[in-house]
């Protein structure tokens, strides 16, 4: 009941703790009128300013004029009737309705400036300086473009004062004009102590990191722009007060190669269309999707869905006609307005901007929207050579791109297809050529492509099904040797997961098997594969199988052995040893006698891989050295990325992080000149990554880990579990690099993603508990708590208890600092249970350690009685421990429980008691030896403290504090004895 002066400030209070959006608006409203009921000027401007600020950052700011009105109706008849904190927002606010009146377009010039007079005046009256007086004329130039750059340093160049902006706001406006004027240089500089955490606000960093996204990909710091786009948008994401944010990182989406990602932001943000209370806000989240919208409308998807305003089913093709109205409507009135075409001018450069990198930029997080666009990049990779020309005559287009297959070069695929495009028009002759051959020939070979095409996307089956098409119109051409080559290709397609592509009887080799993980699947049919070696034999005396189609028998064969042996390592049997002896080394032998290098090279991939897997890394890395010597005595540098990129996992193995990581960035950019579709990307990345790691090259870690990630999403389905394991590795490194709000959008886009439910439980767990965990530290608690419920929910059935408990534990903490007791005591009552199914002594101690920690946080005084009983079940819970030989760290768990205790008794006020058990905790420590001097010396300092500033006793206190300092030096802990010296300095001076 808000019936009293006190009921309504109750209220405000706990209005006050809610965060921005629709329901604390709604309740801020019903507040001021609680509050009109009493003739109390206090409350009812108390209740008035609430509302104020609940429309500023709930989309609504074009409403903040009429209730600020109401607000000065009370200044002007009851100053004395203002609190302190309520006078001095009255003058702050004075600025936000000269942007609420500003970003309106129906608020006349006029209206504008006499209001600018109106706060100039008033801020002179007050005894305050003018520089937010100029800042507004400033902000209003702007948006005329009317004398922008005098206006800029009439107040650039003036002090800041007490009624300023804050910091970080000025600094994004100083650095969005130098922005305007083409210095990126310059405003990334002067966005420099926003953007590094010096400086902030309630909405700072995170406007400046939107602000900042373009200029920095401008300035070759993509780096910079993944991390402040996702930081950034997390906390942008569904507010309404951030729309014109929201609008720059979808753009920045567009811009960066990032579609599928864009088209994500608008559907999260799909409830922003209906936010009209802030109309300048609501051009810029427009004119952004405009850009998204515009760039997918010009690359021929217009048909595809999208998110658009409620109520109706969007196309690109038909939200960019509303869109676009809309946005061009809205800026005309602002430039009606106004008496200029400056906002219309800046809208059209927005809309003119290109796409800013050749590439798309991985950013690490999941994009599920529009699959069809992820399937591939936006913009595709040039490679750094010409391609290979093709012939404008049938004949000697089929003969070319012959030729290129039987050389594994990679621009055979492509004549292929230019030669089905122009087999499969209308009009087509098949033309007269012996060398040719009839249709029916080359209808086998089309059919063997597309297996091929089939394989390279991992569809086994049907790539299987494709090459015994194959085979059988290769039967009725006439040509039993290519019929056989088909079929044995069958006996490996689906061994695996990597079997199955062209490699597999073709230029599949050790490093791609490798690549994915090892071995597994089915097994070879040896009965089978002997018999097709047999049969090859055969044609082959008669003339009727070719010498590469011969090779590719062998190499199926050498395929089947080193899936074989890579299955039972490290103790094969002898007969897969020397099966993949023998076999392999015929297949080596026949393609050197048949002067096939590539052939030959394949061979001893294989050979080197084995060793690698035995550990003989220097005999595997001389291998691989001499098999790329070889190539490029050959000229057949299009096959070395391969080469490269298993001698990069030597290295890596070899512990040359180094090495690899050189090595692997040259096998991926030999990949990318050669355009090298089916090159294992993804998995080249990832260890690319773990190799920066191990050279301390996080940065670069990032950026492959990244693009391992996207890269696995462009796999479809199949590769779901890869790139959820890559991001995973991607948050520790993020997280490691201090951006634990980039790891956890990073996690964030695994969990909402609806293929997580095809993880493997156990990764499903852990990204879950790392999601939980970062959430922690970025103190957001009740969204870590409830991630900690889900994940108790989801191992609570699990055999290994003990994990259950570290959950429950760690729920329990992020509920009570979430504010939610009740919950947090069901959590402590869930991780007992866990415990003594599976003890976790230490972690159960130290939750009951820290729950007493919150309590006297929470509730002071008062809260003795229960934080005492939580650290005296932590000690039973130690002595439980040591009844059942459990073990657990004594000192630890003890010292910890003293230490604790003094701290609850300190809070309360019983010093005498809190100083005991501050020194019983000391003997305790100093049993955990040379681990536990640091938790030591924080007991003496707690001593000490209570001791010289509670009790009174600071001569006492100097000569603890100087016995722990000497033991502190002694220890090796400088910054330790650091904080005890300058306590020391202060008990000293007293």
């Known amino acids: 009941m808000l019936d009293t002066p006190d009921a309504v400030m109750a209220g405000l209070r706990e209005n006050d703790a809610r965060p921005y959006g629709r329901t604390r608006t709604v309740t801020a409203e019903e507040l001021v009128d609680a509050a009109e009921q009493f003739d109390d000027t206090g409350v009812r401007s108390m209740a008035l300013l609430e509302l104020m600020e609940a429309y500023e950052y709930d989309g609504e700011r074009s409403k903040s004029p009429v209730v600020f009105a109401r607000i000065l109706r009370l200044w002007d008849t009851d100053p004395d009737g203002f609190g302190e904190w309520a006078r001095h927002q009255v003058l702050w606010r004075f600025k936000w309705v000269a942007d609420a009146l500003k970003d309106t377009p129906d608020v006349p010039l006029a209206a504008i400036r006499r209001w600018h007079t109106e706060l100039r005046d008033r801020y002179r009256a007050a005894g305050h300086d003018l520089q937010p007086y100029y800042a507004q004329r400033y902000h209003l130039a702007v948006q005329t473009g009317i004398d922008v750059q005098d206006a800029y340093e009439l107040w650039a160049a003036r002090p800041r004062s007490e009624l300023s902006d804050c910091h970080a706001c000025e600094t994004r406006a100083r650095a969005r004009h130098f922005i305007a004027a083409g210095d990126d240089a310059r405003a990334l500089e002067v966005l420099a102590p926003v953007l590094d955490g010096r400086s902030g606000c309630e909405q700072e960093p995170h406007l400046s990191q939107a602000t900042a996204l373009l200029a920095q990909l401008r300035q070759g710091r993509p780096d910079d722009a993944r991390s402040g786009h996702l930081s950034g948008y997390r906390y942008a994401r569904g507010k309404a007060a951030m729309l014109n944010a929201v609008g720059l990182h979808i753009e920045f989406c567009a811009l960066s190669g990032n579609e599928p990602r864009g088209l994500e932001l608008l559907a999260e943000n799909r409830d922003l269309f209906a936010v009209t209370g802030e109309p300048a806000g609501r051009l810029g989240f427009l004119t952004g999707a405009e850009v998204l919208l515009a760039l997918l409308a010009r690359a021929g998807h217009g048909e595809l869905a999208v998110s658009g305003p409620a109520g109706t089913a969007w196309t690109v093709d038909s939200l960019l006609g509303h869109v676009r109205a809309e946005a061009d409507a809205l800026a005309a009135r602002f430039d009606a307005r106004n008496g200029t075409d400056a906002v219309g001018a800046e809208r059209r450069a927005r809309l003119a901007v290109e796409p800013l990198l050749a590439e798309p930029l991985a950013l690490g997080v999941r994009a599920v929207a529009a699959p069809g666009l992820s399937a ?41 297809k230019r030669v089905a495009e122009r087999a499969g028009a209308a009009d087509f002759v098949h033309p007269r050529s012996a060398e040719l051959g009839g249709p029916e020939r080359l209808r086998a070979e089309l059919a063997e492509q597309r297996a091929h095409e089939a394989l390279q996307r991992d569809a086994y089956a049907e790539g299987k099904a494709g090459l015994l098409a194959a085979a059988e119109l290769f039967e009725q051409a006439g040509l039993a040797g290519a019929a056989l080559m088909c079929r044995t290709r069958t006996l490996i397609a689906d061994l695996d997961d990597g079997a199955g592509d062209e490699g597999a009887a073709d230029e599949r080799s050790a490093d791609e098997d490798a690549a994915a993980g090892g071995s597994g699947g089915r097994r070879p049919d040896w009965a089978a594969l002997d018999a097709a070696l047999a049969r090859a034999e055969e044609l082959r005396a008669g003339g009727e199988l070719t010498d590469d189609d011969y090779l590719i028998v062998l190499q199926t064969r050498a395929y089947a052995a080193h899936h ?126 773990h190799s920066c790691l191990q050279v301390g090259d996080l940065g670069g870690a990032v950026r492959a880990l990244s693009e391992a990630a996207a890269r696995y999403d462009r796999k479809g389905a199949e590769a779901v579990g890869e790139a959820a394991q890559v991001r995973l590795q991607l948050a520790d490194v993020l997280r490691d690099t201090g951006r634990a709000a980039d790891a956890v959008a990073v996690l964030e886009s695994v969990l909402l993603d609806a293929s997580a439910a095809r993880l493997d439980v156990r990764m499903l767990a852990q990204t879950r508990l790392d999601l939980a965990r970062g959430l922690s530290e970025l103190e957001e608690h ?185 033991r502190c030096e002694a220890a090796g802990l400088p910054e330790a004895a650091e904080v005890l010296v300058e306590l020391r300095e202060r008990f000293a001076g007293e």
């Open 376 to 416: 591939a990049p936006a913009v595709a990779p040039a490679p750094r050579r010409a391609a290979e020309p093709e012939p404008e005559d049938f004949t000697a287009l089929v003969l070319r791109a012959r030729e290129l297959e039987v050389l594994g070069h990679p621009d055979a695929d492509r004549l292929w």
């Open 782 to 966: 009740r969204d870590a708590a409830e991630e900690y419920l889900r994940l108790a929910d989801l191992v609570a059935g699990w055999e290994d208890q003990q994990t259950h408990t570290m959950v429950a534990c760690e729920a329990t903490l992020a509920l009570a600092r979430a504010d939610r007791w009740d919950a947090a005591e069901a959590a402590l009552a869930r991780a007992r249970e866990a415990h003594g199914k599976a003890p976790q002594v230490d972690q159960l101690a130290a939750t009951l350690r820290e729950l007493a920690r919150l309590t006297m946080r929470e509730q002071g005084e008062e809260g003795l009685a229960a934080a005492l009983a939580l650290l005296a079940e932590a000690d039973a819970v130690g002595d439980a421990a040591e009844q059942c030989g459990d073990e657990y760290n004594s000192w630890y768990l003890r010292g910890g429980s003293h230490y604790e205790r003094a701290r609850s008794l300190a809070v309360a006020g019983r010093h005498e008691e809190a100083l005991a058990e501050a020194e019983r905790a000391v003997p305790e420590y100093e049993a955990g030896g040379e681990r536990a001097e640091s938790p030591r010396a924080e007991s003496v300092r707690l001593a000490a403290l209570i001791e010289g500033s509670d009790l009174g006793r600071p001569e006492a206190a100097v000569a603890r504090l100087t016995a722990a300092i000497a």
């Open 564 to 689: 074989d042996l890579a299955e039972a390592l490290p103790e094969p049997a002898d007969e897969v040893a020397e099966r993949f002896e023998a076999v392999v080394g015929a297949y080596h032998r026949t393609a050197v006698e048949l002067g096939s290098e590539r052939r030959a090279a394949t061979s001893r991939q294989y050979t080197a891989d084995v060793a690698a897997r035995k550990g003989l890394l220097a005999e595997a890395e001389a291998e691989l050295r001499e098999v790329l010597a070889r190539l490029d005595a050959a000229e057949l540098a299009w096959h070395t990325p391969r080469v490269l990129g298993l001698l990069g996992q030597v290295l890596l193995q070899g512990r040359e992080p180094g090495q690899a990581v050189e090595v692997f960035h040259r096998a991926l950019a030999e990949a990318v000149r050669w355009g090298d579709d089916s090159y294992p990307y993804a998995p080249t990345y990832m260890m690319l990554g």
